[in-house]
């Protein structure tokens, strides 16, 4: 009788997930462990970061474990994948699927990190009320309970919502490394807050860790006995302190040593702050000051300008409604980042809400504004989001507009918000929350066009303000507008008078004071606008087509193994159409095999639409 075979390792994490899905789901952020999976697909990613930011790392993780064990049996790796991304962002959860169980923690430990979390939320409003994010966060990276990016993260969100806000930022992101308890009070008494620290422990008369000094003179009152009692006794959670304090310089045995700030981080400035922390770009926690942009690490991208770009941006940059004509290749997107960040950061400096809402026309614009432009210049200072109607996934626009500074989305997904199209009041949204709408493309603001409808709202609401203004009643904030475009084109006019007509028109739909266009810099811009070059050649008709002949022997295939009766051609914009159709309602139904073959399908028709418009 044979011996039943052994699992693979991917079949043992799989089995480890089950086991212990409820304590790895609260012990990790999808954020960060996507990072350190690429075998994931962006639009898997932008779909499992869009659950987590709308409801929960919690919720979040759970839609990543699922990813992972549906493509796990068709993706040999991505188990070992997954358990290594969370290895490297130094999650607790990486303990409990090593196939081994060498790394499981022992009971004490877990009741460790159980009582720490515990605790921690017994003290919440104490330690928001009381600690000083940046100076925790910087002790707690020298401990490595934070990495750098975690750090980062604490400070811009210090920035932009303040302390309380931050240090609930950076508490959420401690919990959930490993062995974090023991070291986290011992950062809080090294950066001055040890009588917090000596409350948490258990030790609320004493100096605190470590026999550190509270140099901010902090005074508590211990809880009351009966509450320290529910959740354990003294005696355990010193056991437990002690338990995982040894596991703890255990796992840091093997590290690499980091130098730790040489000057109090009371007195640190932001240039201290650069150097010792990476070049990252944060701000000093005693200092409103920012630094210049001479200042800025050059590891974060700072946008610039060239002449010409200046020239059509600065009516923009002096809060004007205008339309910026430039031609294609010359860098409007480009001067529409340098002016939302300049908007931003005027904002923040007067201590004003600011908020940019990029509208575009077609769904891949999306990720590319995001990846190519707005995410590497912005995203180190303003949350930044992209949207559109192909993620599969559900989320709330009105929340994610109340999470981010910049929203990057198609412009029917703002329509839809404004037409309260859902069925929840709440759902609903205002173009008064934003303070800056930027539309490319923008010469598609005509007839009942998207970016039109959209602007109905706006020029109906600029009346209300009219009247409002004549009756001494409060105004309604709106956004500025800036639009871009490479044309506003004629609207097929066939004279002078229709075609200046149809201009005026665009500018009126979109309340522009005036079109921009380059006059002074004209020589520069000739210069980098490259025309295009027509070339026509004759090429002999195909008398054979044997590429044509393999695609639609693949495509038959295909079709026969996912069952699929096409009542198109190949090769045909309806064939696509259909195609796409079924690919969406295969990812809507959950079948993966029809799902995968539509897939394939639509790139092997684009390959066959290629292939018809030339000459092989």
Not at 296 to 310: A, N
Not at 361 to 373: A, D, F, M, S
Not at 400 to 405: A, N, S, T
Not at 510 to 532: F, G, R, W, Y
Request: hydrophobic fraction near 35%; include cysteine; glycine fraction near 4%.
């Amino acid at each position: 009788m044979e011996a039943a075979a052994s699992p693979s390792r991917d079949e043992c994490i799989l089995y480890l997930i089950s086991c212990f899905r409820t304590r790895i789901k609260s012990s990790l952020q999808v954020n960060r462990v996507l990072d350190f999976m690429p075998s994931l697909s962006l639009d898997q990613k932008r779909q499992l970061r869009a659950v987590a930011g709308e409801m929960g790392d919690v919720e979040g993780a759970e839609k990543l474990l699922s990813l992972v064990e549906k493509e796990a049996p068709d993706s040999p790796g991505l188990c070992q994948e997954f358990c290594e991304a969370l290895t490297k962002g130094g999650y607790d959860a990486a303990n409990y699927l090593d196939p081994s169980l060498n790394e499981l923690p022992p009971p004490s430990l877990e009741a460790a990190g159980d009582l720490g979390k515990a605790l921690v939320n017994l003290f919440f409003d104490r330690l928001t009320d009381t600690l000083q994010a940046s100076q925790v966060a910087f002790q707690c990276l020298g401990k490595r309970l934070l990495d750098k990016e975690d750090v980062e993260r604490v400070i811009i969100e210090k920035n932009t919502q303040g302390n309380k806000s931050a240090v609930r930022e950076m508490l959420y992101r401690i919990i959930q490394k490993k062995e974090w308890l023991s070291p986290f009070l011992e950062a809080l008494g090294e950066a001055g807050h040890a009588n917090m620290a000596a409350c948490i422990s258990g030790h609320p008369n004493e100096k605190g860790i470590n026999g550190a000094s509270d140099s901010s003179n902090e005074m508590y009152e211990a809880p009351n006995s009966e509450a320290v009692e529910n959740l354990q006794p003294r005696t355990e959670l010193q056991e437990a302190l002690e338990d995982e304090k040894n596991v703890s310089e255990k796992s840091f045995e093997d590290l690499p040593e980091i130098s730790e700030p040489d000057v109090s981080l009371q007195e640190t400035n932001a240039c201290d702050v650069n150097a010792n922390f990476g070049q990252m770009n944060l701000y000093s926690d005693d200092s409103d000051h920012v630094e210049s942009r001479d200042q800025r690490p050059s590891s974060e991208k700072e946008p610039s300008l060239r002449d010409y770009q200046m020239e059509v941006a600065k009516p923009a940059l002096e809060g004007k409604n205008i339309i910026i004509c430039l031609p294609t290749g010359t860098g409007k997107t480009r001067v529409a980042v340098y002016i939302a960040k300049d908007h931003l950061d005027k904002k923040r400096k007067a201590k004003e809400c600011g908020k940019v809402i990029v509208l575009v026309n077609k769904v891949p614009l999306v990720e590319q504004h995001l990846e190519n432009e707005f995410g590497p210049y912005m995203k180190h200072l303003y949350r930044t989001i992209g949207l559109s109607g192909a993620s599969q996934l559900k989320f709330s626009f009105p929340e994610l507009i109340r999470d981010y500074d910049v929203i990057i989305c198609t412009a029917k997904i703002l329509e839809n918000a404004l037409e309260k199209v859902y069925e929840d009041e709440e759902e609903r949204v205002q173009l008064s929350v934003f303070s800056l709408m930027i539309i490319d493309e923008c010469h598609h603001t005509q007839k009942e066009a998207v970016y039109n409808n959209i602007m109905r709202y706006y020029l109906k609401e600029k009346r209300r303000n009219e009247k409002r203004k004549k009756e001494g009643k409060q105004l309604v904030a709106q956004p500025q507008i800036l639009g871009l475009t490479a044309s506003p084109g004629v609207g097929g006019a066939t004279t002078h008078s229709k075609a200046e007509e149809h201009i005026l028109t665009i500018c009126a739909n979109l309340d522009a004071d005036e079109i921009v266009t380059v006059q002074e810099h004209s020589m520069q811009l000739q210069h980098q606008a490259k025309d295009p070059l027509k070339k026509f050649e004759i090429a002999d008709s195909k008398k054979e087509d044997p590429f044509r002949e393999k695609l639609v022997n693949i495509m038959t295939e295909i079709q026969c193994y996912a069952q699929f009766s096409p009542n198109t051609n190949f090769g045909s914009q309806a064939y696509e159409q259909w195609v796409i159709q079924e690919e969406k309602k295969a990812a809507k139904e959950g079948t993966r095999k029809e799902r995968v073959c539509a897939e394939h399908l639509k790139k092997y028709n684009d390959a066959m639409l290629i292939n018809n418009t030339t000459q092989m």
